[in-house]
């Protein structure tokens, strides 16, 4: 569900509960309390990680180039929560350890087909419960579980709460669509923690109750950039074989304000290589975030996971000032599908090669364009806003000329 | 004037009602559209076209409380005008924060496709919150239903806004919970 339906069903609450909350609005109280330093850590930290060894990637030959298939480009970035934009006193506060260097040439990265689909109902059409099954043994016995301290279930409801769902949906005047009640993960729990693992290998590890940090270890919500770091050699001594990386290189990423001024911060891991398209893959793909709350307790770890066995080619890729001049003609896609506008390069202030996961694990160049449309202040100094652009990597004759992604590039009508 | 001489205004077809409705909740209906859209102009057009609504729904509606009706008119008509430019001119608002918040309880599945599912939706949150105190309750619905800013919801209680910002995520996550145990699927 997307919050602005949650939003519509508040339409729809008890009057009862508007009119108290209506009341005391426009109040003022004196504050008691001196401000907490840290503020609470949004459940939202959600984050990005992964384990599984990323095998040797073939560089594009030149005589393989035409049989390469085409490609389409999503156009899904919103996660419905608004365009992707970062609030920033200056572009220097948003930070990662992102291998990728503009300097450093690359003639061609590999794409990968995504495997897991997603029904109507954006429940995972073909989910692999074998892999997901091996997946959680796996991060099990990283934690020195063995089987007999755990059993592994599913998030499929038992048959009493399969009634009573269909007792509701059929009293709407509706019925159970086909696979409604398939499950859609894998979770194994036992007395200090649970472990899910999604569709798309993705493992989320939660702890009950939180761990405890040392008390010269602060790592919450709104630790800064020299709390995260000291939080992430802790880290990345005392949880050694849950990050599981032959040499783990510490990444602190984020940085970004909320409309309060607040910077947010990840403290994040993945997997350093000798080799340059690797790193770029291990950062890509390959990531373990660990995630504090307000109260400066480990409440989880997140390793995503997504199967890469489905390799479709390694695609020449355009370059950095290639991609700059789409930009400029309106070759690119962002959230703000009908905003279709020229982009001043001037404008531009950052930019990093990423992978993004739709149908297609493809690498684009994602440009941060400070905006002059919104404005922010905090402590007295303006809040800039940096819209996140993405020009695909790949070169354009690779792409599905049908394809009507928006921002310009490609929106022809193709008969 | 008092909202009951005002109603009847409306129930006698009595255009001064409209007058008087602007006189006393311009301001506060200003802010409940400024708290979604984040533009002065179009939060301006949400509240005329409050009393516009207002007045083609009164009589028959007669509103125990009317600036929480009138709140619900422009609340809805904001939403509206939110989605309308869902794509094209989404500004940074009160609302895309709570969005923001309410996006890490919610996962991409489902979505109501009926009124009625939304009814229901609607009370199994009433349900939930009759459960909590009514501190958490109120500061909820500020956040969720009104808008209002977690500072503005910490000066209306005396917190902090880290306080503010806990009750708030414990509501979620304890709503979350409850609903999911409920059938629902969010």
Redesign the interface.
């Known amino acids: 569900?997307?919050?602005?339906?949650?939003?519509?069903?508040?339409?729809?609450?008890?009057?009862e509960?508007?009119?108290?909350?209506?009341k005391?609005?426009?109040?003022?109280?004196?504050?008691?309390?001196?401000?907490?330093?840290?503020?609470?850590l949004?459940?939202?930290l959600t984050i990005i990680l992964f384990a599984g060894a990323v095998g040797a990637h073939r560089i594009y030959k030149g005589s393989k180039l035409k049989a390469l298939p085409m490609l389409s480009v999503e156009n899904d970035i919103?996660?419905?929560?608004?365009?992707e934009?970062y609030?920033a006193l200056n572009i220097s506060e948003l930070v990662s350890e992102n291998p990728w260097d503009e300097a450093k040439s690359l003639k061609a990265l590999p794409v990968y087909k995504n495997p897991v689909t997603y029904n109507k109902?954006?429940?995972p059409a073909n989910a692999d419960f074998d892999k997901m099954r091996e997946r959680l043994k796996e991060i099990a016995e990283r934690f020195g579980l063995s089987e007999q301290d755990y059993t592994i279930s599913d998030d499929s409801?038992d048959e009493e709460?399969k009634e009573?769902?269909t007792k509701?949906l059929i009293d709407?005047?509706g019925i159970v669509p086909q696979g409604y009640f398939d499950p859609?993960y894998l979770i194994a729990e036992t007395d200090s923690m649970t472990i899910k693992v999604f569709a798309d290998l993705s493992v989320s590890i939660d702890f009950e109750p939180a761990l405890e940090l040392p008390k010269d270890i602060h790592c919450s919500f709104n630790s800064s950039y020299e709390d995260c770091l000291r939080a992430a050699e802790y880290f990345k001594a005392e949880f050694e074989n849950i990050i599981g990386f032959s040499d783990p290189i510490i990444n602190i990423n984020g940085g970004d304000r909320?409309?309060?001024g607040e910077q947010k911060l990840t403290v994040s891991f993945y997997d350093n290589s000798d080799s340059y398209l690797e790193r770029i893959l291990n950062y890509n793909f390959s990531t373990v975030t660990f995630s504090c709350y307000?109260d400066e307790k480990l409440h989880g770890i997140r390793i995503m996971s997504p199967d890469l066995t489905q390799k479709v080619g390694d695609y020449p890729i355009i370059s950095v000032s290639e991609a700059r001049a789409m930009l400029e003609n309106g070759e690119y896609i962002n959230?703000?599908?009908?905003?279709i506008k020229k982009i001043d390069t001037e404008n531009v202030e950052k930019i990093e090669l990423v992978y993004r996961q739709d149908r297609y694990f493809m690498p684009y160049y994602k440009f941060y364009v400070k905006s002059y449309?919104?404005h922010?202040e905090y402590q007295g100094q303006q809040l800039n806003?940096y819209i996140a652009y993405y020009v695909p990597a790949v070169k354009s004759e690779y792409l599905e000329p049908s394809q009507l992604w928006i921002g310009g590039f490609n929106s022809r009508d193709v008969g | 004037m008092t909202d009951e001489l005002i109603v009847s205004l409306y129930w006698q077809r009595n255009e001064a009602a409209i007058k008087h409705t602007a006189d006393k909740y311009e301001r506060y209906l200003t802010v409940i559209a400024k708290n979604i859209l984040n533009d002065i102009e179009e939060s301006k057009e949400c509240v005329n076209e409050t009393y516009l609504k207002a007045w083609n729904s009164m009589p028959e509606q007669r509103p125990d409380a009317l600036s929480a009706y009138l709140a619900a008119i422009t609340r809805t008509t904001a939403l509206d005008v939110y989605r309308s430019r869902h794509r094209s001119k989404r500004i940074p608002s009160e609302l895309t924060s709570s969005l923001d918040e309410l996006g890490n309880m919610l996962s991409a599945q489902g979505s109501p496709e009926s009124e009625l599912d939304y009814k229901q939706l609607a009370r199994a949150i009433d349900k939930y919150l009759s459960t909590i105190p009514p501190q958490s309750r109120t500061a909820f619905i500020r956040r969720y239903y009104f808008f209002d800013s977690v500072k503005d919801i910490a000066d209306g209680f005396g917190f902090s806004r880290s306080k503010v910002k806990s009750i708030l995520f414990r509501t979620r996550q304890g709503l979350a919970e409850y609903l999911r145990n409920e059938g629902f699927t969010i």
């Open positions: 569900m997307k919050g602005i339906d949650f939003c519509t069903a508040m339409s729809y609450v008890s009057k509960y508007i009119e108290e909350a209506d005391l609005r426009g109040m003022t109280v004196q504050k008691k309390n001196k401000a907490i330093k840290f503020a609470c949004a459940a939202s919103s996660n419905g929560n608004g365009f934009g609030l109902m954006q429940r409801p709460r009573v769902i509701k709407a005047g859609t909320d409309i309060y307000e959230d703000n599908n009908n905003d449309d919104y922010h806003t």
